[in-house]
């Protein structure tokens, strides 16, 4: 049931000092005697030994002690102590019974009462932690703990100290309020922050106070450190403490310094010196937004801006027109170290141009002057401005007459070219510029290769009249008939040409049985027959194909046009597959059906003039029976410019057509039918012509057996000598009196249906025709021997050991000697030793390389692969040892493979552009200016170019044997070879220039100049146009030497 509430005695519900109750504790419980309890025994003893600590607490309020000691009350203690009361033997189970429950209601008491002791430690913490001195001085007075508990006693000096404090420190904060000492004011408070109570009188006003000026400290300062100077003003005007204040003074250092500085900006801008200019602004601390800030910083900039323009322009290369633009427009102290630079570069470009003044250097000068801007940079200088100006136009003039001539000279051949070449030396000789010109060396070297050309045939002419072959003398006469035909061997050559002649016509005259006016005649017949029919093929390759295709689509052509291939298809008739003779109509769909294969179109074009002479003259009769009509029908609109107008393919045809019908003309002269009615007898035999007739005496490839009575030779044997006569008549006579000088031809004849006798007539008219010419060059040769005589006083000493050697014994002695004349070797020889096996015998005994070995016999180089006696060498010859350099051919290899493996692009020097400029005028040559070298777009254009050039050069080279020109090569030289191999002007060097084997010596010249005004000249640029020098300097001369001497 429920227990009544005990009533506390009055003495336990007193109030405190604050007002408040004491708190009610159990305390009776926990001090009642055990007595009462039960008796006096030994476990009852040991019942209070168990209790005493917790008693003893109690009795003496110290809660840390009640704590500890109902801790060991607990626990192990109480059991042991239960154990021994229920075991007790002195004591009776009801009281055994009492005195355990009694020991858990006095645990019970005592825990609860240590809850509340705790909670007034609670109260007396949070009054020490508040700093609360009367809440403090409530708490210890209310619970009344004893000072024995150190946490109690820390309470009450705490108090005692606080009490103490409010006493004096009030009055402290008013003296330091009233004088706003800061420094006493914040000890103060520290000290009351530290071991104060929490209020004290004055303490508030104080903090605020100190809140205050730390306030104002914070805006200063980060006034200071923004370096506003308005804000730092603002700020001093809110100050409210002591002027003499370290803030205060750092902030009027501030503003004092931003004076400074100002004034230090103002004194550069007015100077505009840009150094002072950008120290004072890069030294200003304070606000950005400043106007004078602004403005130096403007100009700053720009002068930064000019100074990196300076420095950029001042780099190699220097552009010199950028640079005197750039000191022209320079604002600011020309005092400044940065602008020394530029006009040194200035003051230099200056001195080069007055250097090249007075040297009267014009392609220097000229290129100077380009690449200063043509005198832009000259702005204090206006009389050099003006002299270099007059200078260059002095030399505009004179460069412009010398290309001129030099353009004529190089592309003229004839007559006009001794005109020529005067102009082209009296422009060398009133040259009053500087001698190392390139311009003035490319015309040197043309005059020079010219007279040595001149002199080379003249030679040539002479060696021919020694040897007393007239075909030899024909064809070196006919090269300087033009030139030199006032000199003495030209007036010899003339007279042994027309003695040749007259006696040739009078032996065809005597083995044909013809008169000579008729074979002259023919020839002539013949000569207008070859002519015509290269009109036609001029004509043809002038038909563009592509115009072909667009008519093809065209559904309604002009009449013009259609008119045009209607004759085209009567000439055609026959020739074309799809075209039967008279043609079925000719409307538009069938000439357009003729279009479909182009390739075949042009190639039916191209055999007109063989069908024609053939004997089919029936198309053409009828298209020139369509042009009479055309001609009524268009009257004077019927012309090529008319035609043009309406169709360019039209009139590409009209042309074709004109030289078909001139052709058919020739073909029909009466003349030439008489001579194929007369030639188409039997038993008649062709006039063999002047040109068949020389090749027979130059060749000597008769067969013996063609002039004896052996069995009649086969068509194999015959076909080198009667091939040389297929350009004899025209191709009437090629298909009936010519079929047996080609097996493939004779085979056509009999499968067309030909009479196969007529092979055994055509073989015997060969060996007539053979026979003839044989007997031509013996008479012509006793001719010639009559009119040598005059000619033997010119005849060179040297020639008559030539003769002799013919007829020496197997062995003998040469002398091999150097261009100086000095002996190098004696060697005796064999009449079977070779030219290599010379040279092998001169390594072991000089030891000079075989591959650098070039033995001259006169001016003739001897071959490997024949002997000395073939080569007209025996006892006593004297040779001549030319010592070469690296061969060409390896100089040029190692430098393609350079170029192939990218090193063009890894040059050093100054710059790139001006390392690699003597490589790219010798490639692409000048630019539109005709000085500055041409550029490209990038260094991968100037490697694709040399590299083609190089692989092309060394094909030649390889092509023709290395670096020596072989015999075995002359008869597959190119025309250009006995003409003036010099490009007229400069080109793009590339593989199409370089296979021309056409010398380009302005590109040559110019690269030269530059790569000597170069201060050393990348090793790969120099070996690139030294080598390419080289090459047309002696293996493109040599070629011709060698084609003239053939």
């Not at 001129?404 to 009296?426: M, N, Q, W, Y």
């Not at 057996?705 to 006579?733: F, I, K, V, Y």
């Not at 009449?831 to 016999?857: D, F, P």
Request: neutral net charge.
């Amino acid at each position: 049931g429920s227990s009544k509430r005990q009533q506390l005695p009055p003495a336990r519900q007193a109030c405190s000092p604050a007002g408040k109750a004491r708190p009610r504790t159990n305390v009776g419980r926990i001090s009642k005697p055990w007595e009462e309890v039960g008796p006096e025994s030994r476990t009852m003893r040991l019942v209070r030994s168990w209790w005493a600590p917790v008693e003893e607490s109690v009795r003496t309020k110290r809660p840390q002690q009640l704590q500890a000691a109902l801790r060991e009350a607990h626990g192990t203690q109480y059991l042991k102590t239960i154990r021994a009361v229920r075991r007790s033997v002195s004591l009776q189970p009801p009281q055994r019974h009492n005195v355990e429950v009694e020991m858990a209601a006095r645990l019970v008491s005592a825990r609860s009462l240590l809850g509340k002791w705790q909670g007034g430690l609670q109260d007396i913490r949070a009054a020490q932690q508040s700093r609360d001195v009367q809440a403090l001085a409530v708490a210890l007075e209310r619970w009344s703990f004893s000072e024995g508990d150190n946490e109690v006693a820390a309470a009450k000096a705490d108090l005692r100290c606080w009490q103490s404090l409010s006493a004096s420190m009030p009055a402290m904060l008013k003296e330091a309020l009233y004088n706003r000492d800061i420094d006493q004011l914040r000890e103060i408070m520290a000290e009351l922050a530290k071991s104060g109570p929490a209020t004290v009188e004055g303490s508030e006003s104080a903090r605020r106070l100190l809140e205050r000026y730390d306030l104002q400290v914070r805006v200063l300062d980060s006034a200071i450190l923004s370096r506003n100077c308005k804000d730092i003003e603002v700020a001093m005007a809110c100050w409210e403490f002591e002027q003499n204040n370290q803030h205060v003074l750092r902030a009027r250092q501030a503003l004092d310094r931003r004076e400074t500085q100002k004034h230090a900006l103002q004194a550069a801008l007015a100077s505009k010196d840009g150094l002072k200019l950008r120290e004072a602004v890069t030294t200003w601390d304070f606000e950005r937004a400043d106007e004078v800030f602004q403005q130096a910083r403007t100009i700053l900039e720009r002068y930064s801006a000019a100074i990196s323009e300076v420095d950029r322009l001042v780099q190699s290369p220097v552009d010199i027109p950028g640079l005197g633009s750039a000191v022209s427009a320079w604002c600011f102290s020309m005092d400044d170290p940065r602008l020394i630079p530029a006009r040194q570069c200035l003051a230099d470009y200056e001195a080069s141009l007055r250097g090249a003044l007075s040297a009267r250097d014009g392609w220097l000068l000229q290129r100077i002057w380009l690449q200063g801007g043509c005198g832009s940079s000259l702005t204090s200088a206006k009389e050099l401005r003006a002299e270099v100006a007059s200078t260059l136009q002095q030399y505009s003039a004179a460069r412009s007459a010398m290309r001129d001539a030099f353009c004529v000279a190089a592309s003229t051949s004839g007559p006009a070219a001794i005109t020529a070449r005067s102009e082209l030396a009296e422009q060398v000789s009133q040259w009053t510029f500087v001698d190392t010109d390139p311009l003035l060396d490319a015309a040197r070297v043309l005059l020079r290769w010219q007279e040595n050309l001149e002199a080379l045939r003249v030679g040539v002419l002479r060696s021919a009249l020694d040897s007393g072959n007239v075909a030899a003398i024909r064809s070196a006469a006919q090269q300087i008939w033009q030139t030199h035909n006032e000199c003495p061997e030209m007036r010899i050559a003339e007279d042994v040409s027309s003695s040749f002649e007259a006696a040739l016509d009078v032996v065809g005259s005597l083995a044909l049985g013809r008169e000579p006016d008729h074979l002259r005649i023919a020839a002539k017949r013949h000569s207008a027959f070859g002519a015509a029919a290269q009109q036609i093929y001029r004509e043809v390759e002038g038909v563009e194909c592509h115009l072909l295709l667009e008519i093809k689509v065209i559904v309604k052509p002009p009449r013009v046009l259609h008119a045009v291939l209607e004759m085209v298809m009567h000439v055609l008739a026959g020739i074309h597959p799809s075209i039967k003779d008279p043609p079925r109509d000719t409307e538009w769909r069938s000439c357009q059906r003729m279009l479909t294969n182009v390739a075949g179109f042009m190639t039916n074009l191209e055999a007109v003039p063989d069908w024609v002479a053939a004997g089919h003259r029936s198309g053409v009769t009828r298209a020139l029976a369509l042009r009479e009509r055309l001609q009524e029908e268009f009257g004077s609109l019927w012309n090529e410019d008319d035609i043009r107008m309406q169709s360019r393919c039209a009139a590409q045809l009209f042309q074709y057509l004109e030289a078909v019908f001139f052709h058919f003309e020739v073909v029909n002269s009466d003349n030439l039918k008489e001579q194929i009615g007369n030639s188409s007898r039997p038993g008649s035999t062709q006039p063999p012509t002047k040109r068949s007739s020389h090749i027979l005496t130059k060749s000597q490839t008769v067969p013996a057996g063609m002039l004896s009575e052996a069995p009649e030779p086969s068509l194999s044997e015959l076909r080198a000598p009667l091939g040389m006569l297929t350009d004899t008549l025209p191709a009437l006579q090629h298909a009936r009196s010519h079929i047996g000088g080609c097996v493939s031809a004779a085979v056509a004849w009999v499968v067309v249906g030909g009479d196969a006798s007529e092979l055994n007539q055509c073989v015997q008219r060969a060996r007539q025709l053979a026979a003839s010419a044989r007997a031509a060059a013996t008479i012509a040769g006793s001719v010639l021997s009559v009119l040598r005589k005059p000619w033997q006083p010119f005849r060179q000493a040297s020639q008559s050991s030539l003769v002799g050697s013919s007829a020496s014994s197997d062995s003998g002695h040469i002398i091999v000697k150097l261009l100086s004349g000095d002996v190098v070797a004696k060697v005796q020889i064999q009449a079977a030793t070779s030219a290599a096996e010379l040279k092998a015998e001169i390594q072991r005994l000089e030891g000079t390389r075989i591959g650098q070995q070039r033995l001259l016999h006169g001016r003739l180089p001897l071959r490997d692969d024949a002997t000395l006696q073939q080569q007209g060498i025996g006892d006593s010859s004297i040779l001549t040892l030319v010592r070469l350099c690296a061969p060409l051919s390896q100089r040029l290899e190692i430098v393609s493979l350079a170029v192939r493996a990218g090193r063009v692009g890894e040059v050093e020097g100054l710059s790139k552009k001006s390392a690699l400029e003597p490589a790219r005028y010798l490639v692409f040559g000048p630019g539109a200016d005709g000085v500055v070298a041409a550029t490209r777009r990038d260094n991968s254009t100037l490697e694709q170019a040399m590299s083609e050039t190089l692989a092309t050069i060394l094909e030649e080279l390889g092509a023709s044997g290395g670096d020596e020109q072989g015999a075995d090569n002359q008869t597959r030289l190119a025309p250009w070879a006995v003409q003036l191999p010099f490009f007229p002007d400069v080109v793009h060097l590339n593989a199409k220039t370089a296979r021309s084997m056409r010398i380009p010596q302005l590109n040559i010249s110019l690269a030269q100049r530059c790569m000597a005004a170069v201060d050393s000249p990348p090793p790969l640029i120099a070996e690139f146009i030294t080598a390419l020098a080289t090459f047309y300097a002696a293996f493109v001369p040599q070629r011709a030497v060698a084609a003239i001497t053939a």
